[in-house]
């Protein structure tokens, strides 16, 4: 047996950082729910066609960044780098067309072979929000402000700006892609290599390069904004009006365009510059073609995912948790009586751990390192008169109560 640790870019969570990451899970669900959202799971692996062809053939992360490989039938299989595609390809195979529009919420592990670093890895967490089959862009301000009171939630609002842009409509974008062509294709010689391949297959590719020679190239390029429809300029005010209502603080950015192929029209980003290079939060838009690219009727949609790992980091302080009562029956005539008052305490709502082994003075150190606030010791003698002896490890004293009245005493009632 080689090696013990994780694989590059993975990590075992638990303590402090589980406990940050299941309280924003906690949050995301409790918010998502009073805005009509339901749970749905998808699976972690699909067949490959679902996300290369809409996240886009020529996008980073299905050039580079896809766990991709063939299954054991021979089934082209890839482990899911983000959950719109999937949500949207259950939507159509479960006939969810039928009642729109729906509201879908997921959480779990996503999978994108990137170079890991503070805050970016390679088996990460998305929580995720889909609204499927509303074409208004009062829609686009409902979930934007479901982000919104996410992050004031969890009080980290503060710590984040909001990146918002239109990416247009098919029309405005057919427009600016030519545009980019010209303009792209007369700087040809100082783009990057791969730059000048997506010049043939997707030029606004170029926009999100990460390339030094490149990015010099892109400052000057032509913004997508004069390329607009008027129905998308139309669509884009209403966006901006909503937020504005709904007391949303947001900057434009016209630079913002995403790194993946579906959006169209509303494309945001909540940004901090709490995290180094890592800032992206949250981040999504809307996606009017994908459904149908991925050959489902033509129904829109617009959602977001957020970085749990992002927003666990951000967290000012990791949630408190119940700190437990530890049962300490001394002597193997006090356990059964031990096992079912543990069971009430915790019908009652504690949190218990029973604790049977080792002398008492052990017994406390355990108890202590846990973080108990109260031990219940339970001896033969205490068995006996049906009494147990209830210790305070925080002022260090105890006293000797009847056993029916423990749980009113730790729920201070007595
Ligand atoms: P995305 O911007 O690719 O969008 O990812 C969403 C969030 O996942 C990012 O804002 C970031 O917080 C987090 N994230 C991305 N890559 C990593 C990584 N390597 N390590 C840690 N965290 C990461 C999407 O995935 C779209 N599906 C969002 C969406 C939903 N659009 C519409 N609906």
Request: hydrophobic share 40%; glycine share 10%.
């Amino acid at each position: 047996m080689g090696k013990l640790q994780p694989a590059r870019g993975t990590r075992d969570i638990f303590g402090e950082d589980a406990r940050r990451m299941e309280a924003v899970t906690a949050a995301f669900e409790a918010t998502a729910r009073t805005y009509g959202f339901q749970l749905l799971a998808t699976p972690i692996f699909e067949f490959t066609e679902v996300f290369a062809r809409p996240l886009g053939e020529s996008s980073d992360i299905v050039t580079k960044e896809m766990y991709s490989f063939s299954d054991r039938g021979g089934e082209a299989i890839t482990l899911r780098p983000e959950f719109t595609a999937g949500v949207a390809r259950a939507f159509i195979s479960a006939g969810m067309q039928q009642s729109l529009p729906v509201r879908l919420m997921s959480h779990g592990p996503v999978f994108r072979y990137e170079r890991p670093q503070k805050g970016r890895y390679r088996q990460f967490h998305q929580i995720n929000a889909e609204f499927i089959g509303s074409e208004t862009p009062e829609t686009d301000v409902e979930m934007i402000t479901m982000a919104w009171r996410l992050l004031e939630g969890l009080d980290i609002d503060d710590k984040v700006t909001l990146h918002l842009n239109t990416l247009g409509d098919r029309e405005s974008r057919t427009v600016y892609r030519d545009r980019l062509v010209t303009y792209f294709g007369a700087h040809k010689v100082a783009l990057s290599q791969d730059s000048q391949r997506r010049l043939d297959t997707n030029p606004m590719r170029i926009l999100d390069s990460k390339d030094e020679g490149d990015r010099a190239v892109v400052e000057k390029a032509p913004p997508l904004d004069e390329s607009l429809t008027q129905a998308s300029r139309d669509f884009y005010a209403r966006v901006e009006d909503g937020l504005g209502a709904c007391g949303v603080p947001f900057t434009r950015n016209t630079r913002l365009v995403r790194g993946l192929d579906y959006y169209t029209h509303t494309a945001f980003e909540f940004i901090t510059d709490a995290l180094g290079a890592q800032g992206t939060v949250i981040g999504g838009g809307r996606y009017d073609g994908l459904i149908e690219q991925l050959g489902g009727p033509p129904v829109p949609g617009m959602g977001w995912a957020g970085g749990l790992e992002r927003l666990s980091l951000l967290l000012d302080a990791a949630p408190s948790v119940q700190r437990p009562v530890v049962i300490m029956p001394m002597g193997d005539a006090a356990i059964q009586a031990a096992l079912s008052l543990a069971e009430d305490l915790r019908a009652a709502g504690n949190t218990v751990i029973a604790d049977r082994t080792g002398n008492l003075k052990k017994r406390l150190t355990r108890a202590a390192k846990a973080g108990a606030n109260h031990a219940v010791i339970l001896g033969e003698d205490e068995l006996a008169a049906d009494m147990v002896t209830l210790r305070d490890l925080d002022a260090g004293d105890q006293e000797s109560l009847p056993r029916k009245a423990l749980t009113d005493r730790l729920a201070g009632r007595s």
